[in-house]
């Protein structure tokens, strides 16, 4: 692609200027977005980058390993696994607003930062994947009210105290263009495919309080979510699919017996840049036989909603 072609240039000709012969720390998710602008810094800088993995504990089936295996192994980056479930679940105990939620874990996230940015000595800048969109709803219109929507735990949050300052490559790039540049840099096709996946993870879609019992009937849920997805070609169609764990339970039958579980709402939406959306029409069947297989296969849930709210008036994320 010639234009991502000349803006990767041009990013690598900015990133290096911006940077010196300074350090980056990088917020690494396993996302597109962070993946793409880690890559992008290497390519700039090489060994002046070291990537943190962060395991809130709000990570999907399987995710940390994945992640961790790819980015050390396929790309040789310098990659610190921090295992953080213990410090993240703990200060979300009892935490049901959605705001609260948002903070804590932004809060957290840039103490984890700032920690093993000192570990390696210090370094100068934090870089993050943060895109047009996350810039433009969290800005607040000069002579008017501050509009926040939702507060970005990975947009404005960063203490001057921590004295770093910030790199964000794809700071003017939405989403199509961030998956462009990645197929520039090289990128494995199924992953630049991934489904967005919020900082905040799991956590914004446990309304409610967040305990490690939903935390798992969610990853297990959402995961024979996304193979029944797959398994019908539909994948690639949809901008985002995922399970939520509802903050309720309800009575059921299953063979002679009565249950009291917990009740999971499915999401599907098409999209273009994550700022509207439309619920994605699957049919009946789809929709039977993936509450069937998730009842089934996921101890803990006894009742599957299907959620039919666009953008605007809903989000994509249920907090
Ligand atoms: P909403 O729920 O606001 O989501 O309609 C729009 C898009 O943004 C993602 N999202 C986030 N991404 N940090 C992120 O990196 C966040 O705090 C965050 N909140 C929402 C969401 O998954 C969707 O793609």
């Not at 930062?113 to 100068?124: R, S």
């Not at 297990?220 to 398994?231: E, G, L, N, P, W």
């Not at 929709?287 to 709210?309: H, P, Q, W």
Request: charged fraction near 25%; proline fraction near 5%.
């Amino acid at each position: 692609d010639w234009t991502m072609a000349s803006y990767r240039e041009d990013a690598i000709a900015r990133i290096r200027a911006q940077v010196g012969d300074r350090k980056v720390i990088c917020a690494l998710s396993g996302g597109v977005d962070s993946s793409v602008a880690a890559i992008l810094i290497h390519e700039a800088i090489g060994e002046q980058l070291t990537c943190v993995f962060v395991d809130h504990g709000l990570l999907r089936l399987n995710e940390a390993e994945e992640v961790v295996t790819m980015f050390r192994e396929a790309y040789n980056l310098p990659l610190i696994h921090a295992n953080e479930s213990d410090l993240f679940l703990g200060a979300l105990e009892g935490v049901s607003d959605p705001e609260v939620k948002r903070k804590t874990i932004g809060r957290l996230f840039i103490e984890v930062f700032d920690k093993h940015a000192k570990d390696i000595g210090g370094a100068d800048f934090l870089a993050q994947g943060t895109l047009y969109p996350d810039v433009i709803e969290s800005v607040s219109f000069s002579g008017g009210p501050s509009v926040t929507i939702k507060s970005h735990h990975n947009v404005g949050g960063l203490p001057e105290k921590m004295g770093m300052k910030l790199v964000e490559p794809l700071r003017e790039l939405f989403k199509d263009e961030v998956r462009a540049l990645g197929r520039e840099l090289g990128l494995p096709e199924k992953f630049i495919r991934r489904h967005p996946f919020p900082g905040p993870g799991l956590a914004i879609r446990c309304p409610g309080e967040i305990t490690r019992e939903k935390l798992d009937i969610l990853r297990r849920a959402d995961a024979v979510y996304i193979d029944q997805i797959r398994k019908h070609g539909l994948y690639d169609e949809i901008w985002q699919a995922f399970a939520a764990i509802l903050p309720m339970r309800t009575v059921g039958v299953m063979g002679d017996g009565r249950t009291y579980d917990f009740a999971v709402g499915l999401r599907a939406v098409t999209s273009v840049d994550g700022m509207t959306a439309d619920y994605y029409p699957f049919t009946h069947e789809f929709l039977g036989e993936t509450a069937t297989r998730i009842i089934n296969e996921v101890k803990g849930v006894n009742r599957v909603f299907y959620d039919v709210t666009s953008k605007p008036p809903g989000t994509i994320e249920l907090e």
